[in-house]
Structures are given as C-alpha cells and as structure tokens.
C-alpha cells in the first residue's frame, strides 16, 4: 500500500498580469479576467480581450462553480514536483459564467467519483513555501 505525498507544486510570482488573480485567491474569491466592452471572460489572463481584442479588461469575482469538462489520470512521473504524487488527475472546469470558460484543477488519486459534466466548486489551498492560495477544484456532494 501507498500512502499519498502532496506535490511539491512551483510557487506563482504574480505580475502585472495575474496580479489580480492572486490577489482574489487570497481573498478566498475566484476572479477571471472579463471585459467591460462585450461583456467576455479571458482565462489565461491577456492584455486584450479573448472576444473583441479590447484593451478594457478588469477583474471580476466569479461564482466558482462549474463543471468537469474533461479529466486524465497521471500516472507517469513525468511533471516537475508531482513525481511522488502519482496517481492524480488534472481537471478541466468549465465555469458556470462562460461556456468554454476552462480553468485548471488537481485532484489525487485515480479519479473514483469522477465525470465530464459533474458538479464542482472552487476551493484554496495553501502553497508550500509562499503565502498565496491556490484556487482548485473539488466535486459538489
Ligand atoms: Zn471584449
């Protein structure tokens, strides 16, 4: 029998960027990058809107619940820090707010409950290291 090791993840330095984002997280709050012009959620952050290419993005909370819209089981030793974490699964969650709004998750293990559509919700954990949280992802009960 295994015993689970937490992975030894990176530590985000916020820029100009993404400064928002981490700034929510510590907050407790999932913010994604929205543009005030057509009303579009951009996640990765970009200096210009993913719908209409204006420059007018801002942060918005957003509720942090969504759905699984795709998953995978890692079982190769092959990611930086989670070499002693294997099995685990990365989440794709798209956001109740956006179609196609997808966001990164982490969950360990095999997957045991696991399905595309399924209920989650944000949650933060806290970062080896480093004083921001880092927004995941767990299934609604
Ligand atoms: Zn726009």
């Known amino acids: 029998m295994t015993s689970y090791v937490p992975p030894k993840r990176p530590i ?44 007018a993005v801002a942060w918005k909370d957003v509720s942090g619940k969504g759905k699984i819209y795709s998953w995978a089981v890692m079982r190769m030793q092959s990611v930086q820090g989670f070499e002693q974490s294997v099995p685990y699964c990365t989440l794709l969650v798209e956001l109740d707010e956006q179609p196609k709004l997808l966001l990164a998750g982490y969950l360990p293990g095999e997957g045991e409950g696991l399905s595309i559509g399924a209920p989650v919700e944000v949650f933060f954990e806290d970062i080896e290291g480093s004083d921001l949280k880092l927004p995941n992802f767990r299934l609604v009960k």
């Open 12 to 55: 985000p330095v916020p820029d100009d960027l993404t400064r928002g984002f981490w700034e929510a997280a510590g907050r407790g709050v999932l913010a994604v990058q929205h543009c005030d012009d057509c009303n579009f959620y951009t996640h990765p952050p970009r200096t210009l809107c993913g719908g209409c290419g204006s420059p």
